[in-house]
């Protein structure tokens, strides 16, 4: 579970963004009233509620109650326009009406805003409000933004992305009415004044500035690093030629080049592509790259074991492989277990090229610790068991093998024989059977059933069977023979 949380640093930032300057921008509630779906969908619901904050007697104006609300609506105003809030963005939660020292407001019921004579749509205000213009204007930022910082670097979750798209929307709507306005004020500090900039206005002219550049920079990283991971889709697919190959390592080397961080997938996938380009010795540069910054990354390890033993280093690439059935870790959205599986099989097989069958053996029951019930792994262990004349191992791991889902006729073909070979006829029978209910037109699996009918005295069977195969390869000498020496035999099920 904890594997598919972001890292404590992300976490930390989604907090501080979320938290503090989303807060800070947009007001307490900025993100409920400009991000969140259930926002709009219960802004919608309140303008047919009947519920509302109303005005109850004479109100001395002092503003009391719009201080008090968190929502940032202008209370005072809506309820001297409309004797009522209207303001979708109330929670009801009744600030205000603890508030007011007059006891002037309360929770009451009216006409709702939506059937009421000149519905005040588009006329609320607050200290946080825009305008249509600007909500135009934020909504197209934010759509642009959300892509660019969406998984960016390998880091970025959806709601911290969400949280910063909207900032950066909300700062380009700022930097625009400080260039537009004669005089501003946020928040308190007068950033401008008769066409001049103040102090705090020079210190959110250079923060929006920066944003601009770091959304501009980012917004390029983005654009190679999705345009090269496009391209690798489609080579990994087998869709893609050699000018797409030369395309994706330029995207890939763009975004690493100018990016401020250097994701170490981005890395390993441009070594992949290095190593189908055929520059071997880059694509094993980066590779090492990668396992500097994370020992546990089991595909890179893998892949660097291939390319150690493509290059003749036996050695190099059974201890890759061995490191990687220590260091490497199953992570969630990779390839990473099968990367582990395939180390075990690879330093097994490297092992049994040897002769080493112990070293195999461990080869592959540690790849089983680390992925168990891997249906390879069983395969590959119970061939080794059955070189190793540990029969009743050979048979249970290939009992497991079917049940995980190798392949089928593969495994009862070998639990077959195993057990015909120990003089198991009764355990071998129902694979067979089932081999041929499988296949009912192999001859060659006609003769081995009829043969065990026949070993068990099922001499009926046996003759089925036989026949059967018979029809089916009538060139068959071995099935004719054994069909000719059963006739005369007297059946058991005779006597
Ligand atoms: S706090 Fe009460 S008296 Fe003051 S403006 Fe609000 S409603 Fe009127
Ligand atoms: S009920 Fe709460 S949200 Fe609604 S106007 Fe009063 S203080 Fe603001």
Known sequence: MWRNLPPPEVAVLTFFVCGFVIVYLLGSRGFCFQACPYGALFGIADQLAPGRIVLTKDCSQCGLCTKACSSDILVHRELAQHGMVTNPRCLKDLDCVTACPEKAVRFGFRMPPLFRKGHPMGAYGGRFSTSVGEDLFMAIGFLIAMPVYRGLYDMVPFLLAVALALCTAWLFVLGWRLLRKSALQFRGITLKMDRSLRPGGYAFSIAILLVVLFF???????????????????????????????????????????????????????????????????????????????????????????????????????????????????????????????????????????????????????????????????????????????????VRFFDKALRNGAPEPQMRNNLAALHMQQGHLEFALPHLERLVALDPNDARLRYTLGALHARMGSRSKAVEHWSVGIQLDPADERTRQALAALQPMPSNEAR
């Open 216 to 394: 501009v920079h980012s917004a390029l990283v983005q654009a190679h690093t999705l345009l090269g991971k496009r391209v690798f889709a489609l080579m990994a697919a087998g869709r893609a030629d050699a000018r797409n190959l030369n395309s994706a390592i330029w995207h890939y080397e763009s975004a690493l080049r100018i990016g401020l961080l250097a994701p170490v997938d981005r890395r390993f996938e441009l070594a992949s592509l290095f190593n189908q380009a055929g520059d071997r010795q880059r694509s094993e540069e980066l590779l090492r790259g990668v396992l500097d910054d994370d020992p546990s990354h089991a595909e890179a390890r893998f892949r660097l074991g291939e390319l150690a033993l493509a290059r003749g280093d036996r050695e190099q690439a059974m201890r890759q492989w061995n490191e990687n059935l220590t260091f490497g870790k199953d992570q969630s959205g990779t390839r990473s277990r099968e990367m582990l599986t395939r180390s075990a099989l690879a330093l097994g097989a490297a092992h049994e090229a040897v002769a080493d069958l112990q070293g195999a053996s461990a080869a592959y029951a540690r790849g089983l610790t680390l992925v168990p019930d891997d249906a390879d792994l069983l395969v590959a262990s119970g061939a080794l068991a059955h070189r190793s004349g540990r029969m009743d191992d050979a």
